[in-house]
């Protein structure tokens, strides 16, 4: 079972340059997230959603953009990159918190931002 | 301001030698609280759901345990395969996401 895909894992992007990172899950979850997690700050959610064309804030979502075209994937794009974005990025889904809690989690995509 | 607070921030532990980890939050609400725990270069794998003041959840050497202003991580006799940074996290009442600490980064030497 692969559960939670992220691609890439690694990437180095130039200041002012864009990407996206893609998140794909194939546990026919409704909720998906987007983490960033840096030394000495935890997890921090910074954007989120409850189901297939839903998006929603979370913590720290500026200079993120998210889409879920489709129940499976969610896109986290970074339109013009600055070297505060340089972080690790985890993916995770849920079928719903209210149930068990239970995030599934990717094994994270690691940006760095020169 | 959903807050939560993990002690010690790193703790060493001689292989056998049990301890405690510590996870004291600040929410309104609270809906549950989450322990996980990340192996480096991983993502966070999920350990337990507590949802209230006296619950209790075991799992081989790990048992979690809640009040209403904080959680505790039991280590009963730690291997050395138990290293790893384990994260609590919280659920607010209005909330669709959950709030981490920063987590506690535990080494068991053989």
């Known amino acids: 079972n692969a559960g939670v895909t992220q691609t890439p894992k690694f990437r180095v992007l130039k200041t002012g340059q864009s990407m996206t990172l893609l998140c794909a899950q194939d546990?026919?979850?409704?909720?998906m997230y987007w983490y960033r997690q840096d030394p000495g700050m935890g997890l921090r959610l910074i954007h989120y959603s409850v189901g297939e064309g839903t998006t929603a804030k979370g913590e720290v979502p500026d200079g993120y953009n998210v889409s879920r075209l489709k129940k499976q994937n969610f896109l986290l794009g970074l339109e013009s990159a600055a070297p505060s974005q340089t972080s690790v990025y985890f993916c995770?889904?849920?079928?719903?918190?209210?149930?068990?809690?239970?995030?599934?989690f990717g094994e994270g995509s690691r940006l760095t931002v020169l | 301001e959903d807050q939560v607070t993990q002690s010690p921030e790193a703790l060493r532990l001689q292989e056998g030698e049990s301890s405690s980890l510590n996870c004291s939050y600040t929410?309104?609400?609270?809906?549950?609280l989450f322990w996980y725990r990340q192996d480096p270069g991983k993502g966070p794998e999920f350990l337990f759901t507590l949802y209230s003041a006296g619950e209790e959840k075991e799992k081989e050497r790990l048992k979690a345990t809640l009040t209403k202003k904080e959680s505790f991580l039991h280590i009963t006799a730690p291997k050395p395969e138990d290293s790893a940074t384990y994260l609590c996290a919280v659920q607010a009442g209005s909330a669709d996401g959950l709030t981490f600490g920063k987590g506690t980064h535990l080494i068991i030497q053989p």
């Open positions: 546990m026919n979850h409704e909720y």
């Open positions: 929410v309104s609400g609270l809906r549950g």
């Open positions: 995770a889904s849920s079928e719903a918190l209210g149930v068990t809690g239970e995030l599934f």
